[in-house]
């Protein structure tokens, strides 16, 4: 199993909780994906890697509305990647997808 599988498997376990039980690893777990995606050299995923960013920012700014909507974008982008992914990970990447544009939606409920 790879290393970028067994970080899918943490994040995906992480969220499971709920944004709240995820909240104390985020910073950690965000900034290792950051490094992951930067270093595989896809413009898609330096796109996600961006958008992380963006998320790890609002997060430090307890901006809840800019925190939604960065969820929303990740979990689109996080879903159209599980489209070229191999089969291994494609299933486990549509889960966090949805994952994520759910917990935007509940944010901004």
Avoid: R, V, Y
């Amino acid at each position: 199993m790879s290393s970028s599988t067994n970080q899918l498997d943490a994040t995906l376990q992480a969220l499971d909780g709920g944004l709240t039980a995820a909240a104390p690893a985020a910073a950690g777990n965000i900034q290792s994906w950051i490094s992951t995606l930067n270093g595989a050299g896809s413009p898609a995923l330096s796109a996600i890697a961006s958008e992380l960013e963006n998320l790890q920012t609002a997060i430090g700014s307890g901006d809840s509305n800019q925190i939604g909507q960065s969820l929303k974008t990740l979990g689109e982008h996080t879903t159209k990647a599980a489209q070229s992914a191999t089969p291994d990970t494609s299933a486990k990447l549509q889960q966090l997808g949805q994952t994520l544009s759910s917990a935007a939606t509940s944010l901004n409920a």
